[in-house]
């Protein structure tokens, strides 16, 4: 069984900097690639940021130059770099990662991440 746990939420004011982790059980080489979304309420759940299993990166275009996602094999962990944080930042952060079985991806129980102005 796979899980994913998010850690690296928090508060912190405009300007500022978080880094998220999400550690994985299992090999994170079994996973065709690992990412994270985030959801507001009434808005609709986005893609961050994706890392596939080769290593390439992927942005939504509201964080490119501001976040970094990267991975430690070693350690079976995703990061996400977020610096120049802004208010529209504020969400709650889901790790994804999407399995080499089509259909079947896992997600972590979420952080928070709140900026403020």
């Known amino acids: 069984q796979v899980q994913l746990v998010e850690s690296g939420g928090g508060l912190v004011q405009a300007g500022g900097s978080l880094r998220l982790s999400c550690a994985a059980s299992?090999?994170?080489?079994?996973?065709?690639?690992m990412g994270w979304y985030r959801h507001t309420p009434g808005k609709q759940r986005e893609l961050v940021a994706v890392?596939?299993?080769?290593?390439?990166?992927n942005y939504a275009d509201s964080v490119k130059g501001r976040f970094t996602i990267s991975r430690d094999n070693a350690k079976k962990t995703v990061y996400l770099q977020m610096n120049s944080l802004k208010p529209d930042d504020t969400a709650v952060y889901y790790c994804?990662?999407?399995?080499?079985?089509?259909?079947?991806?896992?997600w972590g129980q979420g952080t928070q991440v709140t900026v403020s102005s």
């Open positions: 890392i596939t299993s080769g290593g390439s990166t």
């Open positions: 299992g090999s994170i080489f079994s996973f065709k690639a």
């Open positions: 994804n990662a999407e399995s080499l079985v089509p259909g079947v991806d896992y």
